[in-house]
């Protein structure tokens, strides 16, 4: 009787553990949810066991989940995911919000063009996700023709700084910047961007998927914010959503020198100029 107690329990355990650790099978099955606690290997646990969590577990989490891929579901995010031609958006099974946040950065500098570029293919109404805004922007602005001051302002940033003119190339440059596109100076997307050497993310599946969420996606976090809350809480401690501000979306606003940004404590959304300082967040893909 003891024996077939010690197999019974055993087995127990070994179904608990795959059960608490694993969101990840081998034959690719798993179901994401929302509230799942993602690992650095990309295995999770369930919102349910977030209580449950150790301190290892904690050391090894990435971020949580706020949306769930569907075929048959008929939303913005949905949509957009089934209708792009982009072939790596088509395979996104879930999004996820990652654990820290930078306080008090910008969009675009004052100083650069892109302060006053209307980007109007990462408008809300164009774009549900922002995995593709960089992109767009960088596309946009790279190789552009701009005058002596987009030049002094754009590649270095600084204002005092002392153009330099090319004679060969007949444009003005600066020390640093030697004509060569810096997003530095569109601060919300270099934070994206750096995310994962930042935080020593590069080994993971997702590294480089780290990008600054859509409009959408804040309102997809905050139709779920009890349950993504509820994790966020269990590994982190100064990531309260509701009480943080404005948070800066990757979309541009109708006017040219504006970006959306979102507020967890009103529930809404409005616009405010690039060149503000307000806090941001990263998310990624899960594939």
Not at 125 to 142: F, Q
Not at 209 to 228: R, Y
Not at 247 to 266: E, I, L, M, R
Request: hydrophobic share 35%; glycine share 6%.
């Amino acid at each position: 009787m003891k024996r077939y107690f010690l197999r019974f329990f055993s087995l127990f355990i070994l179904l608990l553990v795959s059960v608490f650790v694993s969101c990840k099978e081998e034959d690719d099955d798993w179901s994401y949810k929302v509230g799942d606690i993602v690992f650095l290997d990309g295995t999770c646990i369930r919102y349910s066991d977030r209580n449950s969590i150790t301190e290892d577990q904690k050391a090894a989490a990435v971020g949580v989940i706020y949306y769930v891929y569907n075929s048959g579901k008929s939303d913005d995010i949905t949509s957009y995911i089934r209708q792009s031609e982009n072939s790596d958006v088509r395979k996104i099974k879930a999004l996820a919000i990652t654990l820290k946040h930078q306080r008090l950065t910008s969009w675009a500098r004052m100083s650069t063009t892109g302060y006053k570029t209307d980007f109007t293919e990462i408008k809300a109404s164009e774009l549900k996700i922002g995995t593709e805004a960089w992109s767009v922007i960088y596309n946009a602005l790279n190789g552009k023709a701009l005058s002596k001051d987009d030049y002094l302002y754009e590649f270095d940033g600084t204002p005092d700084a002392e153009p330099l003119y090319d004679n060969e190339d007949g444009w003005y440059i600066t020390e640093r910047g030697n004509g060569i596109f810096e997003q530095s100076n569109y601060p919300v997307f270099y934070y994206a961007n750096s995310y994962a050497e930042e935080n020593s993310l590069s080994d993971i599946s997702f590294a480089g998927g780290f990008h600054i969420p859509s409009l959408a996606e804040f309102e997809k976090i905050a139709d779920n914010i009890k349950t993504v809350q509820g994790s966020l809480d269990a590994v982190v401690s100064d990531m309260s959503l509701a009480s943080l501000g404005r948070f800066w979306t990757s979309n541009q606003a109708d006017d040219a020198s504006s970006a959306d940004v979102y507020n967890f404590s009103t529930g809404s959304s409005s616009s405010a100029s690039k060149s503000t300082e307000t806090q941001a967040v990263t998310a990624f893909a899960l594939y």
